[in-house]
């Protein structure tokens, strides 16, 4: 190898380091200082390492009483041990790349310094306002001496936030900051506390260092992202007690739900009679949350609540509207289970005095206090998730089956009651197999306990234990089965989507599609839609139930579509069922068909077409798109097309980003019908074109139907279309250039690019005629401003394309009210009355 020249392998290393030079430090500083202030046993611990950890590590006593301010910083510069190195390096090291490689090494570096002193700083504040008031768990972490450079990671990759577009700079909040306040409630450290204080500070850092206006207007998010952030956090509750556990002590207000990995479980008995003898103190209520975490069914009973949260996690990110009150009432349940403990008042001392449950005093005054905040917390936490997933329900449209949702509640209740009848009968017959022996009232009682986490029986001395095998396994054994029975029974609800097609229909639906439709006939196979087959003829069409109204997603399908019978049976269908039909989106064939029986048209949407095969960009009318397509040539921009499914992780999450950047944009909500989004580029049906630079960066992104007739891939129609704010000027000229390059290689007939709806060309406007002609021109007027459907048909002229007309087809005008809310709520069911009243003023 010839002297002086790199390696790949060094080559790679340099660009590494030349694209993270502060974070490569950064981690380098912590590995260093951490060699010199690891905690080890204290009989191995060197005089000197031990005398560094009291000038360095930052703690209350440290900084406080000692006077070492400087600890506020040196306490961020290293770990404490294997697993905070771990923490570090799977979380922090992460963070500090994503930060710079955002916004700079002096920015981040200005970041981790400003977030991790600030939030230390802030936690020994609390920490010195709680000592001040006797606050328990003040005093309880004041000798804790912490070593945790993670909060100023944390800290810097929230202050990058604000150099990112909405959609990330809503995850990484999102993500950040209830993150580490998930981990504070179980965990309760005051590296924790220093943790959620950085990550407060960041964002607001951010917001300065970008130059940004603080401001409280509300940003908007799509279906998809919605999904994204709600399931992320329930995922987050899931996961907390085992991410805590890993802390090593346990202050949190939902601690009790990570002692359950205890080892040391102390004896029954000895607790029980301590606890009635002399009082409950801290210890005793930590050894009564033990004895209840003994044995394999009441650790299930404690771990599958939080896998079923996993569970309704991977359901709300599938958009299962089932999911949401599945994850609701799991939220709601640990709630009022946490409420009821709140309000328990149990009698422990054998005076019966409230009071004896933490002594007597001033000192037992200010512990209930402090109990009573740490479990309003241990409340208001899942209460603010439920009603967040309530709020944002309708970012979740797949229904359970009506059947499959009484039958999953009706197993709940059914094994609920069995189980306990079980428990009670067991216990009834074998009263020597507990100590010790109850009565029947206190039988009863603690039937209900047997389903509830040891979490929120924390406070609650057992009024018996087991001590046969029989009477032992009925004991652990009901609890964890009825919560198995809810994560499992749930499988049934999520898996009957309500009005989803059969495969047998499916098959049908793609055979009629491959036999004919008009240039939007794909999006019938979209969620949502129903699908009506002609008895007698081969054809069939897509449509959805709105208020009463059965609105058309298109026209007719299949090889006898354009058939007058086929239109009339599919009237008769729907007027036999009570429904008003609005034929929405048909073509002009259809709309002959439909004078013929006597009904009404308008038009309300235009379609723009193209024929490929003559698909040519000479001449003056062409120069913006020539141009457009120089520009991307000189930028090193090229057209890459592709399947959702085949995109690497990066493409797919920069097409996220870029539609969400599309949707904050909008002062109304994302509209659906006949108008894809993200969920819809997932089948394999469906292509993407993409311009992408030589860095990989996406600047803009078109998804294409396919349509056919006769078994044949007949011509593709524009969908999806998204471009990067700061991206290439002209991209989408570029990109609908390259698909008619192709699809003339292709031999495509015809490259429709959708309709514009509630707009039309000078060439098809005709005068108003009736009312409904003057509600549409309002409506597109109104519209217009948020979603442009005039200027994307004006946009669509620049390719000189062959203008069709879409109308819909009515029969009586005193129905046409009603079809109207139908097709708005079809395009925006989740818009409000305040969002209508706001863009009509």
């Known amino acids: 190898m010839r002297a002086g020249r790199a390696t790949p392998f060094g080559r790679l290393v340099t660009g590494v380091i030349r694209s993270v030079p502060m974070s490569i430090g950064i981690t380098a500083l912590v590995l260093v200082v951490s060699a010199f202030v690891w905690r080890t046993p204290p009989a191995a611990t060197p005089a000197w390492r031990s005398a560094i950890r009291e000038a360095a590590g930052v703690g209350y006593e440290q900084v406080v009483v000692d006077g070492h301010w400087w600890a506020l910083l040196t306490g961020a510069l290293g770990t404490d041990g294997v697993l905070g190195l771990l923490a570090f390096l799977l979380i922090g090291v992460p963070a500090l790349v994503l930060a710079e490689r955002r916004f700079g090494a002096a920015k981040t570096l200005l970041a981790v310094l400003v977030t991790a002193v600030a939030g230390n700083a802030l936690a020994i504040g609390l920490q010195l306002l709680g000592t001040l008031g006797g606050e328990f768990w003040s005093g309880e972490v004041a000798r804790i001496v912490a070593f945790d450079p993670v909060a100023g990671a944390l800290g810097a990759l929230a202050a990058s936030s604000a150099f990112h577009g909405p959609l990330w700079r809503r995850r990484i ?26 990550a407060l500070v960041g964002v607001l850092l951010g917001v300065v260092l970008a130059g940004a206006s603080p401001s409280v207007r509300r940003v908007r998010s799509s279906h998809h992202e919605t999904r994204v952030l709600l399931a992320s956090v329930v995922a987050m509750m899931g996961v907390g007690p085992l991410i ?11 601690a009790p739900l990570v002692l359950l990995l205890e080892q040391n479980i102390p004896d029954a008995g000895r607790v029980i009679g301590q606890c009635r003898t002399v ?142 009848a079980l ?179 308008v038009q309300v949407a235009e379609e723009t077409v193209l024929h490929p095969q003559g698909w040519s960009m000479v001449g003056k009318r062409w120069q913006d798109i020539r141009s457009s397509v120089n520009r991307a040539d000189r930028a090193g921009i090229t057209a890459v097309w592709s399947t959702y499914g085949a995109l690497g992780v990066g493409l797919a999450a920069q097409i996220a980003e870029i539609s969400e950047e599309w949707v904050a944009e909008r002062k109304l909500p994302e ?34 139907l396919p349509v056919r007739r006769d078994g044949q891939l007949f011509g593709w129609t524009l969908d999806f279309m998204r471009r990067r ?17 192709r699809f003339k290689e292709d031999g495509i007939e015809e490259m429709s690019l959708s ?19 003057r509600v549409l021109t309002y409506l597109g007027n109104v519209l217009e401003p948020v979603y442009g459907f005039r200027s994307l048909l004006a946009f669509k002229g620049k390719f000189q ?8 087809g009515y029969a009586d005008p005193l129905t046409l009210p009603a079809i109207g809310i139908a097709v708005g709520r079809a395009y925006l069911p989740d818009v409000s009355v305040r969002d209508l009243a706001s863009l009509v003023t």
Do not use: K
Request: aromatic residues 8%; hydrophobic residues 50%; neutral net charge.
């Open 279 to 420: 009082g409950v103190s801290a210890q005793c209520l930590r050894d009564l949350t033990l004895v209840r975490v003994d044995g394999l069914g009441a650790v299930l009973l404690s771990v599958v609540p939080m896998i079923a949260l996993l569970f309704a996690a991977w359901g709300l990110l599938r958009g299962r509207r089932f999911a949401v009150w599945f994850a609701t009432a799991i939220m709601v349940s640990f709630a009022v289970l946490s409420a009821l403990s709140l309000g328990a008042g149990v009698r422990l001392h054998p005076t019966g005095h409230p009071s004896s449950l933490l002594g007597t005093g001033h000192g037992a005054q200010q512990r209930s206090v402090e109990i009573a905040i740490a479990l309003w917390a241990a409340i208001l936490l899942p209460l603010v998730v439920a009603a967040l997933l309530v709020v944002l329900r309708r970012g979740f449209p797949v229904r359970a089956t009506r059947r499959s949702a009484l039958g999953y509640l009706a197993l709940v209740g059914a094994s609920w009651v069995v189980l306990a």
């Open 755 to 773: 309709g514009a709806p509630l707009a039309r060309s000078r060439s098809t406007e005709q005068p108003e005629t009736d009312g409904i002609d």
């Open 671 to 704: 509209m659906g019908f006949t108008l894809g989004g993200i969920d819809e580029l997932v089948d394999e049906e469906v292509r993407l074109l993409l311009a992408v630079d030589e860095q990989g960066r996406l600047h803009g992104v078109t998804s294409w």
């Open 725 to 741: 704010t700061d991206g290439m000027n002209g991209v989408m000229e570029f990109l609908i250039a390259e698909a008619a390059a």
């Open 801 to 808: 394309p062959e203008e069709r007309p879409l109308v819909l």
């Open 423 to 601: 428990f009670v009968v067991v216990a009834l017959l074998q009263p020597g197999g507990f100590s010790p022996r109850p009565d029947v009232w206190e039988v009863l009682r603690a039937a209900p306990e047997r389903f509830v986490p040891a979490a929120y029986l924390r406070n609650v001395l057992p009024g018996f234990v087991p001590v046969a095998p029989l009477t032992g396994v009925v004991f652990h054994a009901v609890g964890p089965v009825w919560w198995s029975i809810i994560l499992l029974g749930a499988v049934w609800p999520l898996s009957r989507v309500a009005n989803a097609i059969a495969p047998a229909d499916e098959r049908r639906l793609r055979e009629l599609l491959a036999e004919g439709s008009d240039s939007i006939g794909h999006m019938a196979t979209w969620p949502g839609n129903l699908t009506w087959f002609d008895p007698q003829r081969s054809a069939g069409v897509a449509y959805r139930i709105v208020a009463g109204v059965a609105v058309t997603t298109g026209g007719f399908f299949g090889r006898d579509r354009h058939e007058q019978g086929v239109l009339e049976r599919f009237i008769e269908h729907c007027e036999d069922s009570g429904l008003t039909v609005a034929l929405y989106s048909v073509d002009e064939e259809t709309a002959v068909a439909l004078h013929r029986i006597g009904w009404r048209t």
């Open 173 to 198: 909040r999102a993500f950040v900051v209830v993150g580490a306040l998930i981990v504070l409630l179980y965990s309760g450290l005051p590296q924790d506390l220093a943790r959620l204080f950085a």
């Open 244 to 254: 805590t556990f890993l802390s090593g002590r346990h202050l949190g207000p939902l």
